[in-house]
């Protein structure tokens, strides 16, 4: 097998900045592509200010690219960081990166998001292009990159470098397009001939999703049951019949972790380590979780644990709707998460109103979601759509049993207890209802109950592998293929 020239573009990659399951992936596949004997670079825009307070170290390239954009020269001075033995190289625009969030304040979106990200993928190409070694790959992910394959079809076709590289496009939400006035076009000189429906125009608006799909040479997606969900109307967003037009070159490898990063046995977050056959710590880590909270510490109540962000699709409403009841049954909840601010604020009053067994810790603290991974008997993920999910995955890795809705990536990797009692990792529904969800949380209870049914189910979740092991090697088989076609 040829050594691959691989390069990851990027707006999130953890341990750099991180709003969610896209920065777990991108930090954490090259490093399984790399233990595979790949080359990757991974480029990522510089937010000084997230990296500042990750700690992490950078240092400059002694480069700096030249960039119009918006009738505006722009200087990209580049930097480099080793992070995990992985390499970044970083582009700066303060005026541009340098902000308190990633995307938007708290709840919006940055008005000049298309500017922002269109110069970082006209850099990132650069970037890939001057690379000492011809690139093989070039794997894009979500909106924020989607107009390189385009850019790389028009505009960089004849470039000695990067003409022949083969382009994967990772569609990780596809709820989250990137749609933007039309005007840009011309602002940001974007390749206008492909402004058609055939294109990236989407009802009149720039769609950057739409833009890598027409282009890239492989779509994928971050399950298999997502990618055969995108292409119905109840969740494609729109986008179905076109996603439809492409299907010959759409697939779904699932996502994996960086196991030793999240690992029971080793974690310094938390109360105690454990692991599979050595689980007394997690009973430490749990009554740690309810002194934390302000519960009643005791070993035989049921403590549910959910981290999200607090969007619709998260189903926060089908937790709200069941939280009284299942406080009047005696069970603990513990939330981390924020998003929007109607469930922000629900979560809020239904902790004041029940402080000994509802706790809510508004914001984003990696910390705290360790602790409460660890803490945890059962994690709730009522997803009304999960592309993969991480959440469940960790919450797995750290003996705490997912209750999941069967959609998209939760379907793929929870074992539910009514197909399988004996290798069950968690507990299914289907239904996206409240009434759905409270059954399946009291058969998961009734199960719970039963130590040894519980320590059972418990283990498996230990034992799963969730590495990224066997999805890296679909990823270079993949690479593989399309370098060949
Ligand atoms: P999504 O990418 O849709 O937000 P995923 O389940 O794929 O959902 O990934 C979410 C990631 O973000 C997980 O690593 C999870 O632990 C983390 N996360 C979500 N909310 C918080 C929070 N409030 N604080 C810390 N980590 C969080």
């Known amino acids: 097998m040829a050594r691959l020239n691989i390069v990851f573009i990027a707006s999130e990659a953890t341990p750099l900045a991180k709003t969610g399951g896209l920065a777990d ?49 722009r200087l990209c001075p580049l930097h480099k960081a080793k992070v995990d ?65 385009l850019l790389l079809r028009t505009q960089y076709q004849h470039h000695e470098k990067v003409s022949s590289a083969k382009t994967v496009y990772t569609i990780h939400n596809l709820a989250y397009q990137g749609n933007f006035p039309a005007e840009w076009i011309h602002r940001l000189g974007i390749p206008s001939h492909h402004f058609n429906p055939e294109g990236f125009e989407f009802h009149g608006q720039i769609n950057c999703m739409k833009a890598a799909i027409e282009s890239s040479d492989s779509i994928t997606t971050v399950s298999p ?105 005696g069970y603990q909840i513990t939330v981390l998460g924020s998003g929007d601010a109607q469930n922000e604020e629900a979560l809020h009053s239904l902790a004041l109103r029940h402080p000994k067994q509802l706790y809510f810790f508004k914001g984003f603290n990696e910390t705290l979601a360790r602790q409460i991974y660890a803490g945890g008997d059962i994690f709730l993920m009522p997803s009304r759509f999960e592309p993969c999910g991480l959440g469940q995955l960790m919450a797995m890795r750290y003996g705490t049993v997912p209750v999941v809705r069967s959609t998209g990536g ?45 320590s059972r189910i418990r283990n498996n979740a230990l034992k799963r592998d969730s590495s990224w092991d066997a999805s890296a090697e679909s990823y270079v088989t993949l690479y593989e293929r399309i370098l060949a076609a």
């Open 25 to 73: 992936v991108v930090g954490s596949l090259p490093l399984a592509l790399k233990k595979l004997k790949h080359q990757v670079t991974v480029i990522l825009p510089f937010y000084r200010h997230h990296l500042t307070e990750a700690g992490i170290k950078t240092k400059p390239a002694n480069r700096v690219i030249e960039m119009w954009a918006d009738g505006v020269q």
């Open 85 to 149: 033995g992985l390499d970044f190289i970083l582009v700066e625009q303060d005026e541009l990166y340098a902000r308190d969030g990633l995307y938007g304040p708290p709840g919006g979106a940055y008005e000049d998001n298309l500017l922002r990200y269109m110069l970082f993928d006209r850099v990132a190409i650069e970037v890939a292009a001057s690379l000492l070694k011809r690139v093989d790959i070039i794997h894009c992910h979500d909106w924020q990159t989607g107009m390189i394959p």
């Open 225 to 329: 049951s997502y990618a055969e969900e995108i292409l119905t109307a109840e969740y494609g967003c729109e986008l179905e019949g076109f996603l439809h037009q492409h299907a010959q070159k759409l697939s779904g490898i699932v996502n994996g972790l960086n196991v030793e990063e999240w690992n029971p046995l080793t974690d310094r977050a938390i109360e105690a380590n454990y692991g599979p056959g050595k689980i007394n710590g997690k009973k430490r880590c749990k009554q740690a979780l309810q002194e934390h909270c302000g519960f009643d510490v005791a070993a035989d109540k049921p403590l549910l644990t959910l981290i999200s962000r607090l969007a619709e699709q998260k189903g926060i409403d089908l937790l709200l709707v069941n939280a009284e009841k299942w406080i009047k049954r």
């Open 410 to 454: 939760l379907r793929d990797t929870v074992t539910d207890y009514a197909a399988s009692k004996s290798k069950a990792t968690g507990f299914h529904f289907t239904m996206a209802t409240p009434k759905a969800f409270d059954i399946a949380l009291e058969e998961a209870l009734a199960a719970y109950k039963s130590p040894r049914v519980w």
